[in-house]
């Protein structure tokens, strides 16, 4: 688990990407459940790794919301921006996170669990993901 002293400049820089880029980008939204209410903020072609494709998104959870179980075909990295967020990945333990601390997944890694913590209280990820320029982010866990 690491932590960061400057979740409020990761706040900003977001926040400044995200209006700067406005739009939604199709395969950044496939980085979690259409329910998670996933905002794309970027999708770039990256090329020292040809053939790999970075993804930007945040994922605000609803009070108790969480996502399906799922796996990632890249490496994906989770901070959450917002609230207390439930995670497990693989058979690990499930960890809380909460503002300005984050994850590792690496490739097809299950996350069995990703949730809000809080009955009351949203929540937010800022997730980072590489993969190929092919595949999507996410798959069902038992494919």
């Not at 400044?16 to 794309?40: I, R």
């Not at 796996?71 to 996170?97: C, I, M, T, W």
């Not at 590792?104 to 913590?117: D, K, L, V």
Request: charge should be neutral; hydrophobic fraction near 40%; glycine fraction near 8%.
């Amino acid at each position: 688990m690491m932590r960061s002293s400057s979740s409020s400049t990761l706040r900003r820089a977001m926040l400044c990407m995200s209006l700067a880029l406005g739009a939604a980008l199709p395969a950044a939204a496939h980085a979690h459940d259409a329910g998670d209410n996933v905002h794309a903020v970027l999708q770039q072609a990256v090329p020292e790794a040809p053939g790999r494709l970075a993804v930007v998104a945040t994922v605000d959870y609803a009070p108790g919301q969480a996502s399906d179980a799922h796996k990632h075909l890249g490496s994906v990295f989770a901070v959450v921006s917002k609230g207390e967020v439930l995670s497990q990945v693989n058979d690990g333990p499930v960890r809380r996170y909460r503002a300005g601390e984050g994850w590792y997944e690496p490739p097809g890694s299950r996350h069995r669990m990703s949730r809000n913590a809080s009955a009351t209280e949203p929540a937010q990820l800022v997730v980072f993901g590489l993969t190929s320029e092919h595949a999507p982010l996410k798959s069902p866990i038992d494919q």
